[in-house]
T-cell receptor
Protein backbone atom coordinates (compact mmCIF):
# COMPACT_ATOMS: atom_id res chain seq x y z
CA UNK A 1 0.00 0.00 0.00
CA UNK A 2 0.92 3.62 -0.03
CA UNK A 3 3.29 4.96 2.59
CA UNK A 4 4.65 8.44 3.18
CA UNK A 5 7.43 9.08 5.69
CA UNK A 6 8.87 12.22 7.20
CA UNK A 7 11.22 13.07 10.00
CA UNK A 8 9.35 14.23 13.09
CA UNK A 9 11.18 17.37 14.11
CA UNK A 10 13.36 20.16 12.72
CA UNK A 11 14.76 23.16 14.55
CA UNK A 12 16.31 26.15 12.78
CA UNK A 13 17.29 29.70 13.60
CA UNK A 14 15.31 32.63 12.28
CA UNK A 15 16.71 33.75 8.94
CA UNK A 16 18.18 30.37 8.07
CA UNK A 17 16.79 28.05 5.42
CA UNK A 18 14.69 25.06 6.46
CA UNK A 19 14.59 21.84 4.48
CA UNK A 20 11.89 19.31 5.26
CA UNK A 21 12.21 15.91 3.61
CA UNK A 22 9.68 13.28 2.66
CA UNK A 23 9.81 9.87 1.02
CA UNK A 24 6.92 7.97 -0.51
CA UNK A 25 6.48 4.48 -1.87
CA UNK A 26 3.77 4.65 -4.51
CA UNK A 27 5.44 5.01 -7.91
CA UNK A 28 2.09 5.90 -9.45
CA UNK A 29 1.81 9.05 -7.34
CA UNK A 30 1.00 11.85 -9.70
CA UNK A 31 0.67 14.87 -7.45
CA UNK A 32 2.63 15.57 -4.29
CA UNK A 33 1.60 18.18 -1.76
CA UNK A 34 2.83 20.14 1.19
CA UNK A 35 0.31 21.16 3.83
CA UNK A 36 0.92 23.37 6.86
CA UNK A 37 -0.81 22.99 10.22
CA UNK A 38 -0.56 25.84 12.70
CA UNK A 39 -1.33 25.20 16.39
CA UNK A 40 -5.00 24.52 17.01
CA UNK A 41 -5.89 24.70 13.33
CA UNK A 42 -6.61 22.41 10.43
CA UNK A 43 -4.27 21.77 7.53
CA UNK A 44 -3.80 24.33 4.79
CA UNK A 45 -2.37 23.62 1.37
CA UNK A 46 0.98 25.34 0.88
CA UNK A 47 2.00 24.09 -2.53
CA UNK A 48 1.94 21.06 -4.78
CA UNK A 49 4.01 19.63 -7.59
CA UNK A 50 3.13 17.42 -10.51
CA UNK A 51 5.26 14.32 -10.87
CA UNK A 52 6.69 15.32 -14.25
CA UNK A 53 8.35 18.37 -12.64
CA UNK A 54 11.66 18.43 -10.79
CA UNK A 55 11.24 21.75 -9.06
CA UNK A 56 8.65 24.33 -8.25
CA UNK A 57 9.31 27.70 -6.67
CA UNK A 58 6.76 29.94 -5.00
CA UNK A 59 8.20 32.99 -3.23
CA UNK A 60 10.14 31.63 -0.22
CA UNK A 61 9.12 28.04 -0.92
CA UNK A 62 11.02 25.65 -3.18
CA UNK A 63 9.81 22.11 -3.78
CA UNK A 64 12.24 19.55 -5.16
CA UNK A 65 11.11 16.18 -6.47
CA UNK A 66 13.35 13.21 -7.21
CA UNK A 67 10.94 10.80 -8.77
CA UNK A 68 13.54 8.06 -9.19
CA UNK A 69 14.24 8.01 -5.45
CA UNK A 70 10.65 8.92 -4.53
CA UNK A 71 11.97 11.81 -2.48
CA UNK A 72 10.28 15.18 -2.00
CA UNK A 73 11.62 18.17 -0.13
CA UNK A 74 10.33 21.57 0.90
CA UNK A 75 12.81 24.39 1.35
CA UNK A 76 11.74 27.53 3.18
CA UNK A 77 14.13 30.42 2.61
CA UNK A 78 14.67 33.07 5.29
CA UNK A 79 12.63 31.11 7.84
CA UNK A 80 10.54 33.27 10.17
CA UNK A 81 9.03 32.52 13.58
CA UNK A 82 5.62 32.52 11.88
CA UNK A 83 6.74 29.50 9.89
CA UNK A 84 6.75 27.41 13.08
CA UNK A 85 4.14 24.72 12.43
CA UNK A 86 3.74 21.09 11.45
CA UNK A 87 4.37 20.41 7.76
CA UNK A 88 2.72 17.44 6.11
CA UNK A 89 3.79 15.79 2.92
CA UNK A 90 0.98 14.06 0.99
CA UNK A 91 0.67 12.11 -2.22
CA UNK A 92 -2.17 11.27 -4.55
CA UNK A 93 -2.59 8.83 -7.40
CA UNK A 94 -5.67 8.42 -9.53
CA UNK A 95 -8.87 9.13 -7.67
CA UNK A 96 -7.61 7.76 -4.38
CA UNK A 97 -7.80 10.06 -1.36
CA UNK A 98 -4.65 11.85 -0.21
CA UNK A 99 -2.14 9.82 1.82
CA UNK A 100 -0.38 11.96 4.40
CA UNK A 101 2.94 11.58 6.15
CA UNK A 102 3.12 11.88 9.93
CA UNK A 103 4.17 15.52 9.76
CA UNK A 104 7.40 17.36 10.58
CA UNK A 105 7.28 19.85 13.44
CA UNK A 106 9.34 22.90 12.49
CA UNK A 107 10.55 25.02 15.37
CA UNK A 108 12.06 28.40 14.51
CA UNK A 109 14.26 29.91 17.19
CA UNK A 110 14.64 33.70 17.31
CA UNK B 1 -17.80 30.88 2.40
CA UNK B 2 -16.97 30.17 6.04
CA UNK B 3 -14.93 27.11 5.18
CA UNK B 4 -15.41 23.63 6.60
CA UNK B 5 -17.15 23.92 9.96
CA UNK B 6 -16.75 21.31 12.66
CA UNK B 7 -18.44 21.07 16.01
CA UNK B 8 -17.77 20.85 18.81
CA UNK B 9 -14.20 22.20 18.91
CA UNK B 10 -13.52 20.29 22.11
CA UNK B 11 -15.26 17.31 23.63
CA UNK B 12 -14.49 15.60 26.90
CA UNK B 13 -16.45 12.49 27.67
CA UNK B 14 -16.34 9.47 29.92
CA UNK B 15 -15.43 6.05 28.65
CA UNK B 16 -18.48 4.19 27.41
CA UNK B 17 -20.41 7.25 26.38
CA UNK B 18 -21.56 7.96 22.84
CA UNK B 19 -19.80 10.79 21.04
CA UNK B 20 -21.04 12.52 17.89
CA UNK B 21 -18.80 14.80 15.87
CA UNK B 22 -20.32 17.07 13.24
CA UNK B 23 -19.11 18.57 9.99
CA UNK B 24 -20.49 21.04 7.49
CA UNK B 25 -18.49 20.97 4.25
CA UNK B 26 -17.96 23.90 1.94
CA UNK B 27 -21.03 24.48 -0.20
CA UNK B 28 -20.67 22.88 -3.63
CA UNK B 29 -18.01 20.40 -2.56
CA UNK B 30 -18.92 16.84 -3.43
CA UNK B 31 -16.22 15.01 -1.49
CA UNK B 32 -16.03 14.82 2.29
CA UNK B 33 -13.29 13.18 4.33
CA UNK B 34 -12.92 12.29 8.01
CA UNK B 35 -9.36 12.10 9.39
CA UNK B 36 -8.00 11.32 12.83
CA UNK B 37 -4.75 12.81 14.11
CA UNK B 38 -2.72 11.36 16.98
CA UNK B 39 0.89 11.72 18.04
CA UNK B 40 1.49 8.01 17.53
CA UNK B 41 -0.18 7.48 14.16
CA UNK B 42 -0.13 10.92 12.58
CA UNK B 43 -3.01 11.74 10.23
CA UNK B 44 -5.17 8.76 9.28
CA UNK B 45 -8.00 8.71 6.77
CA UNK B 46 -11.05 7.12 8.37
CA UNK B 47 -13.68 7.36 5.65
CA UNK B 48 -14.67 9.49 2.71
CA UNK B 49 -17.89 10.24 0.87
CA UNK B 50 -18.68 11.28 -2.67
CA UNK B 51 -22.10 12.82 -3.28
CA UNK B 52 -23.15 11.66 0.21
CA UNK B 53 -22.25 8.02 -0.51
CA UNK B 54 -19.44 6.35 1.48
CA UNK B 55 -16.71 5.35 -0.95
CA UNK B 56 -13.94 3.97 1.26
CA UNK B 57 -14.39 3.19 4.94
CA UNK B 58 -11.39 0.89 5.24
CA UNK B 59 -9.76 3.30 7.68
CA UNK B 60 -12.57 3.09 10.22
CA UNK B 61 -10.88 1.38 13.16
CA UNK B 62 -13.73 -0.72 14.53
CA UNK B 63 -17.46 -1.23 14.55
CA UNK B 64 -17.69 1.31 17.34
CA UNK B 65 -17.12 3.98 14.68
CA UNK B 66 -19.79 4.95 12.20
CA UNK B 67 -20.18 7.88 9.82
CA UNK B 68 -23.16 9.22 7.95
CA UNK B 69 -23.81 11.91 5.41
CA UNK B 70 -27.59 12.42 5.20
CA UNK B 71 -27.25 15.35 2.82
CA UNK B 72 -24.67 17.40 0.95
CA UNK B 73 -24.23 19.88 3.77
CA UNK B 74 -23.85 17.68 6.83
CA UNK B 75 -21.93 14.68 8.07
CA UNK B 76 -21.50 12.98 11.44
CA UNK B 77 -18.89 10.69 12.90
CA UNK B 78 -20.16 8.69 15.84
CA UNK B 79 -18.24 6.62 18.36
CA UNK B 80 -20.28 4.29 20.53
CA UNK B 81 -19.08 3.30 23.06
CA UNK B 82 -16.07 5.59 23.33
CA UNK B 83 -12.75 4.43 24.79
CA UNK B 84 -9.69 6.36 26.06
CA UNK B 85 -7.68 5.27 23.02
CA UNK B 86 -10.14 7.17 20.82
CA UNK B 87 -8.72 10.42 22.20
CA UNK B 88 -7.43 12.38 19.21
CA UNK B 89 -8.14 15.36 17.00
CA UNK B 90 -10.72 14.52 14.36
CA UNK B 91 -10.64 16.54 11.14
CA UNK B 92 -13.22 16.88 8.45
CA UNK B 93 -12.16 18.01 4.97
CA UNK B 94 -13.97 18.63 1.72
CA UNK B 95 -13.15 19.31 -1.89
CA UNK B 96 -14.82 19.70 -5.24
CA UNK B 97 -14.10 16.85 -7.62
CA UNK B 98 -11.28 14.42 -7.18
CA UNK B 99 -8.97 15.56 -9.91
CA UNK B 100 -5.31 15.13 -9.27
CA UNK B 101 -4.68 18.77 -8.45
CA UNK B 102 -7.71 19.20 -6.23
CA UNK B 103 -7.06 21.00 -2.97
CA UNK B 104 -8.65 19.58 0.17
CA UNK B 105 -9.96 22.18 2.64
CA UNK B 106 -9.80 21.21 6.30
CA UNK B 107 -11.93 22.22 9.25
CA UNK B 108 -10.30 23.27 12.50
CA UNK B 109 -10.85 19.88 14.05
CA UNK B 110 -12.57 18.47 17.12
CA UNK B 111 -10.27 17.59 19.99
CA UNK B 112 -11.78 14.54 21.69
CA UNK B 113 -10.69 13.43 25.12
CA UNK B 114 -12.13 10.23 26.54
CA UNK B 115 -11.42 9.77 30.23
Amino acid sequence: GEDVEQSLFLSVREGDSSVINCTYTDSSSTYLYWYKQEPGAGLQLLTYIFSNMDMKQDQRLTVLLNKKDKHLSLRIADTQTGDSAIYFCAEKAGRRALTFGSGTRLQVQP
Amino acid sequence: DAGVIQSPRHEVTEMGQEVTLRCKPISGHDYLFWYRQTMMRGLELLIYFNNNVPIDDSGMPEDRFSAKMPNASFSTLKIQPSEPRDSAVYFCASNRGQGLNTEAFFGQGTRLTVV
